[in-house]
């Protein structure tokens, strides 16, 4: 997005990638059909030490700007849930245009190139050398990504380029990952594999309504991703496992009406059977409803509404799909993404410590900031 702004713009653009071929995330994305955008994004949907430091490229690159995109190539596209925008048919549709946007911009695009060293020379030009010989350049721009799936090329190299620098990079961690449990969670929940249910997890004051997933190794789905970006270990993680239902006074209702049925039956009706039946073993009694007095009643619903589950960890950059932290937006002008102190060095992108929700949030982060990046070189 970067490239092609700037080449559009007379510029001569070279792009720089040591995988073996350009845009490996998009097509690995959305599962398989990129979920390029969402059309709510706003600031309030992504995670950095400034929350501020997004809204200038956002503002000037929307979702709308990126949908007109896609609708000029004529991919077809439709909405999966919340405003997330998904390719009908394969997220190479989405490559296929940035590439062809590109060569239009007259771009050009090397790949298998690492880049071994970088100088910034007295002349104040940026100088890369790589196998494929030294290229000098008034400008450079790190889209290099975070650390997550090392496999697709992800590597830790715009962090330590921005060190080289002198930009102040914050500490990195894995966000919309799965979460680990061990120990007497695990042990309580593994031979659920496969069983999934609507939550609201909450965490640090945030929350996500959706699904989860619970995994051989602990829990995932769309609500557990999405806090994980909020969660840390030895943070408090709860679930609300009615969510939408007043606890209390459905089982008030249970209890009035279904005297004789015992409360793993009833459970069983609002969320999968197993899983009911698993909570009645370990965190709460089974009996007749009759039986329970209002204080027991109570604490059931309490725990239904706010179920304490201690992660121990998560899956980590292997199966994370973004990278939080990142280099300091504080080094950084919010219109331009350029260094602070460094003329014509820019991050954009993952690198940056901005990070999105699931939901096409972080494409539009990187289409937004490419696109500020590229209006902005040699002005
Ligand atoms: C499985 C998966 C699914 C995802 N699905 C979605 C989705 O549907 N919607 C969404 O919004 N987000 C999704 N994301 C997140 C999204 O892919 C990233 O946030 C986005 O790609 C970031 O763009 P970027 O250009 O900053 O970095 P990247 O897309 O990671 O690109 C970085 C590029 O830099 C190259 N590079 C890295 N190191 C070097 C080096 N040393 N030398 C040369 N080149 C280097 C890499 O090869 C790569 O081409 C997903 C992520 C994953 C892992």
């Not at 050398?129 to 008034?138: D, E, I, L, R, V």
């Not at 659920?192 to 004051?205: D, I, Q």
Request: hydrophobic share 40%; with cysteine.
């Amino acid at each position: 997005m970067c490239a092609l702004t700037a080449g559009q713009r007379g510029l001569r653009v070279l792009v720089l990638d040591h995988a073996n071929k350009a845009g490996k995330k998009i097509l690995m994305s959305g599962g398989g059909r990129c979920n390029f955008t969402n059309t709510g994004a706003s600031p309030a949907n992504f995670v950095s030490a400034n929350k501020h430091f997004c809204k200038s490229a956002l503002a000037r690159y929307t979702p709308w700007h990126f949908i007109a995109l896609v609708e000029r190539h004529r991919i077809a596209y439709h909405e999966k849930e919340l405003g997330q925008l998904f390719c009908d048919d394969s997220s190479k549709q989405i490559v296929a245009m940035l590439l062809a946007e590109c060569a239009h911009a007259g771009v050009e695009i090397r790949t298998h190139c690492t880049i071994e060293r970088v100088e910034h020379t007295d002349a104040g030009h940026y100088r890369l050398h790589t196998p494929q010989g030294h290229f000098a350049s008034a400008a450079l721009v790190v889209a290099s990504g975070g650390l997550s799936i090392p496999s697709m090329g992800a590597s830790g190299f715009g962090y330590q380029l921005a060190k080289q620098f002198g930009q102040h990079v914050l500490p990195t961690r894995a966000g919309l990952v799965p979460l680990t449990l061990s120990g007497k969670h695990a042990e309580r929940l593994q031979d659920l594999a496969g069983v999934s249910l609507p939550v609201e997890a909450t965490c640090n004051g945030v929350s996500f309504r959706n699904f989860m997933l619970i995994t051989h190794r602990g829990i995932s789905g769309p609500s557990i991703l999405q806090i994980s970006s909020y969660w840390q270990p030895g943070d408090d993680l709860r679930l609300d496992l009615l969510p939408g239902i007043d606890g209390a006074q459905q089982l008030a209702d249970w209890q009035r009406t279904r005297r004789d049925t015992e409360l793993k039956t009833v459970l069983g009706e609002v969320l999968p059977k197993r899983f009911a039946q698993r909570l009645c073993e370990h965190w709460m009694t089974n009996k007749p409803l009759r039986q329970y007095t209002p204080a027991e009643l109570h604490a059931i619903a309490e725990l239904l509404a706010a179920w304490p589950l201690i992660a121990s960890g998560s899956e980590g950059y292997r199966t994370a799909e973004v990278t939080l932290g990142g280099v300091d937006t504080d080094g950084l002008s919010s219109s331009t993404l350029q260094s602070k102190t460094i003329p014509g060095l820019y991050f954009i992108g993952e690198v940056v410590d901005v990070t999105g929700w699931l939901g096409g949030y972080n494409f539009q982060w990187a289409w937004a900031s490419g696109h500020a990046a590229g209006m902005a070189i040699g002005g």
